[in-house]
């Protein structure tokens, strides 16, 4: 082993090869040492998709406890210097945080997008007898935030609509469409994910079913930010006047940066999501940022009423201890944790977890239609997953997917294919796969025929925007695993009836956060509609580990957030307080 890997590993925090490798690739080019150093904590930040790293943060991990001082230095620009200065390698600010120049770049091309977008007002307001008609006479103040939102967002070229589960988001956005379409105005719709979309679709589809307002918003579909873009750059598509991101927590700097540089300027942007939310897999926290800094502001509306409060109080209370971090509460109304301290311990309740799902299963494998098997199969699937926390090891998804198969062969006695496949199976896309229109993170059910084929079903929407169930062979299927658990990141913009979430078995995990499991309780679907109508939530833990993890508030290295606060500052300072 170098000797630069042995000291990577008796750091308090280790960096990984790479930006050990960052470290001698500026040394072989001529930089000090120092810099050298930062060179390679910035780049170690950036894996964790922060933007920078503090120069206190290095220091605490590293030598390096003060820039290095090189007057004209080739390598690190300072942050006023950099509209009028060539590129170098990385990027200081005022608060002594170290960037690489891409992440500063992107942040100041995002920031800067922004600021324009927030300056100036459109000139359609929708009209108060829109309003009425959208809503109906006020019912006082529970959907007076929501009128407002309709109003100011049709008055700004940025708006940013944040709640939490059941505040009506979706509910509103749906008014915001009908608004636009009675001025004519083009939209479209889009989720950092093809599930996302999908959902978003089918919610205002199902919306525009009820609706007493005429309007063609059943033939809206919403599509991948990623997809819009690329069409967008192949010229397949044009500009609309309106954009609607939903999910907009899963949007990392980069995405944002391609939708502000794609997006016509006079059009109008919407961000609509959970800023408590898990951040972006990717760099930055552009939600929050955003929500930070236009609090005050009319360019932002967070929704506080939850209005699955009548039907799922517990679930409301629960979003709430896990939004405030108290642990004590939570366990309270979750009548306790389940203990799953020991191998063994956790062994029996995954089993007694197959166990009633095999039961489930062999209800559905009775209808001699596959098509009616499939169905039933994906009906299991929202009425009864796990999540958890960590990826490998038995309190994993690796894990407790290959403990869940195991037993339910054991029950099921299925005929398993050489690829693991059987009757009942319920898998996870893990890789877009636009031929067959199926996306990372959509949810598959597998059948087996007479003839001893297995095919795979899918709820994949039609042209329309409907979901059809559509067969794809086994064989055909991309990337996939085992989806009987799955990651907590996996399952944002997914709902289920009845959830079980696995922590991690000791307090120390890195994956753990408030945000992690405040996504994870809010999964839980909180209306009767399902025809398994009853809800449940069990968390499978210690106490230790969930006070250590709702007391982990996850933060991210950037400066997006200050360079937002300051172009606004002169903003602020114009809006009258009432807007
Ligand atoms: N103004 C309102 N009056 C009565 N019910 C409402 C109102 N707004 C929303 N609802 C109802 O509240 C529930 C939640 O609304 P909606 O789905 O729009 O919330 P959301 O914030 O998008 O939630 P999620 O993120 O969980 O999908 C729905 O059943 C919806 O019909």
Do not use: C
């Not at 082993?1 to 072989?28: C, G, N, Q, T």
């Not at 996302?196 to 991948?224: F, H, K, M, N, V």
């Amino acid at each position: 082993m170098s000797a630069e890997l042995i000291k990577a590993a008796a750091e308090p925090i280790a960096r990984d090869a790479l930006d050990l490798a960052v470290a001698s690739w500026f040394r072989r080019l001529g930089a000090p040492a120092a810099v050298a150093e930062l060179a390679s904590w910035a780049n170690y930040a950036d894996r964790q998709a922060n933007a920078a790293v503090s120069l206190q943060q290095v220091a605490q991990w590293s030598q390096v406890t003060a820039l290095p001082s090189v007057p004209e230095s080739e390598w690190i620009l300072p942050a006023d210097e950099f509209d009028n200065s060539p590129v170098r390698p990385l990027v200081v600010d005022d608060q002594q945080r170290v960037f690489l120049y891409r992440n500063y770049a992107g942040e100041r091309e995002v920031a800067a997008h922004l600021v324009a977008r927030l300056r100036g007002t459109q000139a359609r307001p929708v009209k108060e007898e829109m309003i009425t008609q959208l809503f109906g006479p006020a019912k006082g103040s529970e959907d007076a935030l929501q009128r407002e939102a309709v109003r100011r967002a049709a008055r700004h070229r940025l708006f940013v609509l944040a709640g939490g589960p059941g505040t009506g988001k979706t509910t509103t956005v749906f008014r915001m469409l009908l608004a636009a379409q009675a001025q004519a105005v083009e939209v479209a719709l889009a989720a950092p994910t093809g599930k996302a979309a999908q959902r978003l679709t089918e919610a205002l589809r199902s919306e525009a079913g009820r609706s007493a307002i005429e309007s063609d918003l059943e033939t809206l579909r919403a599509t991948t930010v990623h997809r819009w873009l690329i069409e967008m750059d192949r010229g397949q598509i044009r500009s609309p006047k309106i954009l609607v991101i939903d999910e907009a927590s899963m949007l990392d700097l980069e995405l944002l940066r391609q939708v502000l540089q794609a997006l016509d300027p006079d059009a109008r942007l919407i961000l609509v999501g959970d800023p408590n939310q898990l951040m972006s897999v990717g760099t930055g926290t552009v939600l929050g940022d955003l929500v930070e800094s236009l609090r005050g502001m009319p360019q932002l509306v967070e929704l506080r009423h939850n209005f699955r409060v009548a039907q799922s109080p517990q679930l409301v209370v629960l979003n709430q201890h896990a939004l405030a971090g108290d642990a004590g509460a939570l366990i309270e109304a979750l009548d306790g944790l389940r203990d799953v301290s020991t191998r063994d311990a956790l062994a029996t309740r995954v089993d007694a977890w197959a166990d009633a799902l095999a039961e489930s299963m062999q209800t559905v494998a009775n209808h001699s239609d596959p098509a009616v098997r499939a169905q039933g199969y994906l009906e299991l699937a929202q009425h009864q997953q796990m999540l958890a926390a960590n990826r490998e090891g038995p309190w994993g998804v690796g894990g407790l997917n290959r403990a869940i198969e195991s037993r339910l062969q054991k029950v099921l006695q299925p005929e398993v294919s050489a690829a693991g496949h059987f009757e009942g199976r319920r898998i996870l896309v893990t890789q877009n796969h636009s031929p067959l229109n199926l996306f990372n993170g959509d949810i598959g059910v597998v059948t087996r025929d007479d003839s001893g084929e297995y095919q795979v079903w899918f709820e994949i929407l039609d042209t329309d925007g409907v979901a059809q169930l559509r067969p794809i062979p086994a064989s055909a299927l991309p990337a996939h695993m085992a989806a009987w658990a799955m990651t907590i990141h996996k399952s944002q913009g997914s709902e289920f009836t009845n959830l079980d979430i696995v922590l991690p078995n000791e307090t120390t995990s890195r994956v753990l956060s408030r945000q992690l499991i405040y996504t994870a309780v809010s999964r839980v679907k909180g209306t009767g509609e399902f025809e398994h109508a009853h809800q449940s939530i069990r968390i499978w833990g210690t106490t230790p580990v969930l006070a250590a993890g709702l007391a982990e508030i996850a933060t991210r290295t950037g400066g997006l957030r200050d360079m937002l606060q300051s172009g606004l500052s002169e903003l602020r300072a114009a809006v009258p307080a009432a807007t």
